[in-house]
């Protein structure tokens, strides 16, 4: 379901409150050398679409976000594992000189969630040496609980599951050092704050209430996270840039990470946060209300702050914005963009030195279509435009093809590959005779209007949306496929989990055949003459696409041959906690309600 809001009077935390806590953090830990392990999960089943190989090089949100916040506070000796580099790291044999980590911080998406859990058992081998465990990531959010309960007897699980942001992990270490006493582990610092009811008044937090040898009777939820509403306030993320583990096959640590300097080597794109939230209301999108329908952003002097140092220093010139609509609010983009036209890596201008791609939706691009001269000085090179659907069947968002085909030939005319992401939904045909209501006709109508690359999944009931639970109300939501149960990583967009139609098999293959309408020979060698402002865009996109339509029909044949032979069994009840979440006995969550009155 989703999230419910907090009220506007107590939607964000005190403006410099973050730095404060930061602050009290830091003068307690200056002179303690705790160990800290970071690990991003990630399945590798997960690796399919035209950006199949795209996860090797980037550097996700998460550890640089979660890194500069332990290394603004004071925690010096962290480490960053990312499963993408590191598959074989184990908690249970990873040493920091010699040393057990005190601290496992683990996040994990929904479809890199059975990995996480695996590390959580991992680290419990270790026995009453185990370090603190502490879970968060997206899959934290919405369903808190599938990490608990791990082993058969139900003891092992995470000790804690952050639902919130830096904010709530931070307060969360305070209380814990607060109580630390010398010689103490912050495992037996936790324990002593969890049994004196002291994490109570920290919103965003779920755990139990006690360490007994079995499952867990109940667990206690604080609420949701309250928000920091000026990105500002949270660290310039460059010092975590030299805390990650190089990449390689052991089960162990390196004795040192890769220094920031050298980073390069390993990455050539790093995701970048500029604004978080959207006007649009998405069904589908458990966006809005994650950001409890608000819209935060970082000031245009942060934004080239952090792009000319990470390049500077890493030798990273690529930079990902994961903005949920970066041209949601146009003075918020303008003021960023002619910032950053300003801004220069050594001698170089942003529009030179630098390649910055973001997401947007097509209505609010095109309303501001004046400002892409602007975003190309700025850097800008590609846009991922959620367009969806071009006959506004699935939704509307202001979308249609007239104007697709207009905003197309703009960004193409100032050198801005248009990015369209498209959502194949029941009632949509794979062709038709006329119109644009057909999958290929819109696919092949993306390709002529100027689209360099094409993504298209299939609409899955995301967690945390308005619309995920009728789905399941409607039976129409897979449970089983093949005589085997569907695993989190399938919800991914690119397994097809949830449809009317009573052969599956039809959507799947319609996916695939989306992907070979766009990314094909015939297409590629269309694309050689075409001497436009994104060519090279194109063709390495067609090249990329091929491969990974390659891989994906490859990777998707056991899948499809369970959808097609089958028997498929869908879900009669919507997924739900195996343990009561209850809030603190003494609180109440009168400040959350379940609608927001800013929508």
Request: hydrophobic letters at 40%; proline letters at 8%.
């Amino acid at each position: 379901m989703e999230l419910p809001v907090r009220v506007q009077a107590d939607r964000f935390t005190q403006p410099g409150r973050y730095r404060e806590l930061e602050t009290r953090i830091r003068r307690r830990v200056e002179r303690n050398d705790i160990p800290i392990l970071f690990i991003y999960a990630f399945d590798p089943r997960t690796r399919l679409g035209p950006f199949v190989f795209v996860d090797r090089t980037l550097i996700p949100g998460a550890p640089r976000a979660v890194g500069a916040a332990l290394h603004a506070a004071g925690f010096r000796n962290v480490r960053l594992v990312m499963q993408q580099w590191n598959p074989n790291i184990r908690p249970s044999t990873a040493r920091f000189d010699g040393k057990i980590p005190e601290v496992l911080l683990i996040s994990a998406m929904q479809i890199h969630s059975e990995p996480a859990c695996r590390l959580i058992r991992d680290a419990w081998q270790l026995g009453g040496d185990r370090p603190l465990i502490l879970v968060g990531g997206p899959k934290a959010v919405y369903e808190p609980w599938e990490f608990f309960g791990l082993s058969p007897d139900g003891r092992e699980g995470a000790d804690v599951v952050v639902t919130g942001e830096e904010y709530v992990l931070l307060e969360l270490l305070e209380r814990i050092v607060e109580m630390k006493r010398p010689g103490d582990t912050m495992r037996e610092a936790f324990e002593r704050v969890r049994e004196g009811r002291m994490l109570e008044d920290i919103a965003g937090l779920v755990y139990r209430p006690d360490a007994s040898d079995g499952a867990p009777e109940h667990l206690v939820n604080t609420g949701v996270q309250r928000l920091v509403e000026d990105l500002d306030e949270l660290p310039l993320p460059l010092e975590a840039m030299g805390l990650f583990e190089p990449p390689h096959g052991r089960a162990t640590l390196s004795p040192r990470p890769i220094p920031a300097e050298r980073l390069g080597r390993h990455a050539d794109t790093v995701a970048l946060v500029t604004t978080h939230g959207c006007r649009f209301h998405c069904p589908y999108c458990p966006i809005p209300g994650y950001n409890q329908f608000s819209f935060r952003y970082h000031s245009p002097e942060r934004i080239v702050e952090e792009i000319a140092g990470t390049a500077e220093r890493c030798n990273i010139s690529i930079f990902f914005g994961t903005d949920d609509n970066f041209f949601c609010r146009r003075e918020t983009a303008e003021g960023a963009l002619t910032a950053m036209a300003r801004g220069r890596v050594g001698n170089k201008p942003f529009r030179k030195a630098i390649t910055f791609a973001t997401e947007a939706t097509e209505f609010d691009v095109f309303k501001n279509q004046d400002l892409l001269p602007l975003a190309r000085d700025a850097g800008m090179r590609g846009l991922w435009l959620g367009i969806e659907d071009l006959t506004a069947g699935l939704v509307k968002k202001g979308q249609s093809p007239e104007k697709t085909k207009t905003l197309f030939k703009l960004l193409v005319n100032q050198g801005i590959a248009p990015m369209p992401m498209m959502m194949h939904h029941d009632g949509q045909p794979l062709w038709t005779w006329r119109g644009l209501y057909g999958l290929l006709n819109q696919v092949r109508f993306l390709r002529r209007a100027g689209a360099a690359s094409c993504q298209v999944t299939l609409l899955t009931p995301w967690v945390g949306s308005q619309g995920y639970e009728q789905p399941f109300y409607d039976g129409l939501v897979l449970s089983k496929a093949g005589g085997l149960p569907i695993e989190q990583y399938q919800y991914d967009g690119n397994h097809c989990l949830a449809t009317v139609d009573a052969h599956p098999w039809r959507r799947q293959v319609n996916m695939l055949a989306g992907y070979a309408a766009f990314y094909n020979p015939l297409n590629l060698l269309l694309a050689l003459p075409r001497f436009d402002k994104v060519w090279a865009d194109r063709i390495v996109f067609q090249l990329l696409g091929m491969v990974g339509l390659a891989r994906s029909i490859y990777q998707s044949r056991d899948w499809l041959k369970r959808l097609i032979s089958g028997p498929i069994e869908r879900a009669t009840e919507l997924p739900r906690s195996r343990f009561p979440m209850l809030a603190p006995n003494h609180l109440s969550l009168a400040p959350i309600q379940e609608t927001c009155d800013a929508r």
